[in-house]
């Protein structure tokens, strides 16, 4: 007999009140995946995709001193900092310096309890292939990514969106030769703006595909509302609050068929290559960020 305290805790699968099943859902423009080369992927539209707070603050520590005024950090970035990105941004494109590749593509799923089930987008009879398990929050509105999709109950098959992006071995390798030649300021222009335009090929990637599955028309016409997740729906990556298993990545890299651009995870959860993302979406619209 079990004592009280080795009981496991029952699983809350009941579906938060908060998210509303009956809501219009959009059929995707293919099923499956699509691969995308950098002869498919425009740089400048990248560039513009770009959180330039999170470049210039974050990764070049060019931050606003204390006793500088807005006006004063702001020209110092006009004459300073910008000429330096504009520099790098036309060196990137001259000399071939990232290669971006991105696979995306919907897949037909269900939800029920906390599980989603993900179907085979070739068979007709909806052949399960994997699932996945996400937490449900404890308290407050008792959100769980599994309720932003369509229940099996409903008999409805939803669609599943993902994507993975990299800017390719190159950037790693460029970085390396950079700092193995003590051009460290060099190193950390180009390895910082690495970072950041694999995180701007993330939000292009999202961008296609809110378009794709018909929320163009929500769309923000600037990138700090698109920053702000001002659009229908969300993303989550593996590892993050609402999504916290890491594993989960293995099956996601799996289902992209991810090798096509040499894009893996090791045995200790590292990406390869280095600068490269991965997400799972969302058009749910009461899907936003929250923790688990």
């Known amino acids: ?73 702001q020209a110092f970035l006009n004459e300073q900092v910008y000429p ?5 941004k036309q060196r990137i494109i001259a000399e071939n310096l990232l290669h971006p590749q991105v696979i995306y593509g919907y897949f037909p799923c269900q939800s029920e309890g906390n599980t989603l089930y993900v179907y085979d987008s070739n068979s007709p009879n909806a052949k399960e292939i994997t699932q996945f398990e996400f937490p449900r929050q404890k308290s407050s509105r008792r959100l769980c990514i599994a309720d932003f999709f369509a229940p099996k109950d409903s008999g409805i098959i939803d669609v599943f969106p993902m994507q993975a992006v990299t800017v390719g071995d190159i950037a790693t390798e460029f970085a390396q030769k950079l700092f193995a030649n003590n051009q460290y300021t060099d190193y950390l222009y180009f390895h910082g703006l690495a970072v950041q335009v694999a995180e701007a090929l993330a939000e292009w990637t999202h961008a296609r595909i809110r378009r794709e599955l018909g929320f163009g028309a929500e769309e923000p016409d600037n990138i700090r509302d698109i920053l702000a997740q001002r659009y229908q729906g969300s993303r989550y990556s593996f590892g993050y609050p609402a999504c916290p298993n890491i594993q989960d990545q293995f099956k996601q890299l799996d289902l992209l ?34 923790t688990a």
């Open 1 to 73: 007999e079990p004592t009280k305290s080795q009981s496991p805790v029952p699983v809350d699968t009941r579906r938060s009140e908060a998210v509303a099943v009956d809501i219009p859902r959009p059929t995707p423009p293919f099923w499956g995946t699509q691969l995308l080369q950098p002869s498919d992927i425009s740089l400048e539209e990248i560039f513009w995709h770009m959180d330039l707070q999170a470049l210039v603050a974050g990764q070049w520590q060019f931050r606003k001193p204390k006793e500088q005024s807005k006006e004063e950090y």
């Open 84 to 88: 330096i990105l504009e520099t790098w």
């Open 257 to 290: 068929e991810t090798s096509r651009i040499n894009l893996y995870m090791d045995e200790s959860e590292q990406l390869y290559p280095e600068q490269s993302t991965t997400a799972i979406i969302t058009y749910h619209p009461v899907a936003k960020y929250f």
